[in-house]
């Protein structure tokens, strides 16, 4: 770090690291050298009873030693107008993280096979790729590369959604928070991610499981229900992760559900529990297929997640309200409301309607176009419900919510006034004319 910019961040790297003026070894970034004083930062993240000792060798030269990558700055880029949804992964690893080996022709190589419309590159700690997704960005009219960071604390991972710049990870540094650190990344104008909240594996996976009491969960923007590699029956991080959700939605809070693959090696030798691109996908309502519209989706609470994959089956949730319809991240106003599930290409599987983190009604689907209607109440405090499509038992793909604002329900004059002020009229004539009948004649 010189200057008071990190030039980048090597976690997981044990081969030496270049800093040069027209590139930099993978995970850091290229410029100039300032002459002044520069810092050596170490991440103490597992260290043994016995403790550690490390030495630092520093070699000056002045040639270069790299051959320069293609960079550029960020241009923005719509690859496809309209709305509609568009399938993604929300957390991919290139070589720019210390412990990735996936190059980027490989990422786009396996996302285009999965026929995804857009990725994140999730770095951890660095955006040294945001300058290589610009570069290729142009030559890629079928995949839109979506600039992040995985930020990467020793008390949980979240994703910088939009990133732009380097967020200080360095939980506990004179006072740092993760209170803080979410704040700078919304101030950015990115959007914040718990990732794999419940992932909790000890030292196998040093801060995976989210553990940051001062979290500001209102100022979050999604949780990552599903990480990597999903098998129907091993769900073991899946429903703590989605009780999380729940609870934080209970305390106010509006998150959007996605999932991420978490994947480092672009597919291969990935072996028995890691997983490939894709797996799980995100499915965003977007206006258009761009960076600024997926994060206007995520952030609108637009989201289904297929938590095995591109081809798991479609779900669509939608509020019928009065003569509108009302989708996914939407309110819909009443003391009853009557909500329609749509899947296609689920035939077999069970549908479960999930009312404030409850399983309130189910239906088996059996055919591959279905659609169900069911009505559900309104709670004074107001409500939201989603949809599991499952095998019976484990979700195979969960939507985020359609919100419920409460109404009171109009008494009948009220309705007779506003509504059937014909009909009304109407009695009052028929009544008069029978009293004139019924009146004796002189």
């Known amino acids: 770090m010189g200057t008071g910019r990190l030039r980048g961040w090597g ?3 044990t081969e030496p690291t270049t800093i040069g003026v027209d590139d930099s070894s993978r995970g850091y970034l290229p410029g100039s050298i ?16 016995a403790g550690a000792h490390y030495t630092a060798d520093l070699t000056f030269r002045d040639a270069a030693t790299l051959m320069p990558r293609a960079r550029a700055p960020f241009s923005p880029t719509v ?28 990422i786009i190589a396996l996302a285009r096979a999965r026929h995804l419309d857009f990725v994140v590159l999730s770095d951890h700690n660095t955006v040294s790729q945001h300058g290589l997704i610009a570069a290729v960005q142009p030559s890629l009219p079928d995949l839109l590369l979506v600039r992040g960071i995985e930020v990467t604390t020793y008390a949980g991972h979240g994703g910088a959604l939009g990133a732009t710049a380097y967020v200080d990870h360095r939980i506990g540094l004179d ?24 992932l909790d594996l000890g030292k196998a996976c040093i801060g995976c499981a989210w553990r940051h009491a001062d979290t500001p969960w209102p100022e979050v923007g999604a949780i990552e229900i599903q990480t990597g590699n999903y098998k129907v029956g091993i769900t073991l991080f899946t429903q703590p992760s989605l009780d999380l959700w729940d609870a934080q939605l209970d305390a106010g809070a509006r998150l959007a559900a996605v999932g991420g693959s978490d994947d480092h090696r672009a597919g291969m030798d990935t072996g028995g529990s890691a997983s490939e691109i894709g797996s799980p996908t995100t499915l965003v309502w977007a206006d258009e297929l761009s960076e600024a519209a997926i994060l206007a989706g995520v952030r609108a609470g637009r989201t289904t997640v297929a938590l095995r994959g591109p081809d798991d089956p479609h779900v669509e949730l939608t509020a019928i309200d009065g003569d509108q319809r009302l989708g996914i991240g939407d ?32 239906a088996t689907v059996d055919r591959d176009d279905w659609t169900r209607r069911f009505e559900v109440p309104v709670r004074p405090s107001g409500s939201r419900v989603r949809a599991h ?13 359609v919100w419920l604002a409460y109404a009171a329900p ?33």
């Open 11 to 13: 976690g997981g790297l």
């Open 331 to 362: 309110t819909a106003t009443g003391s009853s409301v009557t909500v329609e599930t749509h899947v296609t290409g689920g035939n077999g599987q069970v549908l479960f309607l999930v009312e404030d983190g409850v399983e309130t009604a189910q």
């Open 34 to 49: 300032a002459p002044g004083g520069w810092q050596l930062v170490i991440g103490k993240a597992n260290i043994a009873d």
């Open 389 to 401: 499509l499952t095998d019976g038992v484990d979700p195979i793909v969960v939507t985020s919510h």
């Open 175 to 198: 006072g740092r928070t993760a209170a803080q650190l979410i704040r700078d990344v919304n101030a950015q104008g990115g959007l914040f991610i718990v990732n794999h909240p419940a």
């Open 410 to 442: 109009k008494s009948g004059c009220e309705v007779g006034r506003e509504g059937n002020f014909g009909l009304i009229m109407l009695a009052m004539i028929a009544g008069i004319a029978l009293i004139s009948r019924l009146r004796p004649q002189r």
């Open 79 to 106: 690859l496809r107008t309209g709305a509609g949804w568009y399938k993604g992964d929300f957390h991919v690893h290139s070589r720019e993280s210390g412990d990735a080996a996936a190059t980027f022709d490989e």
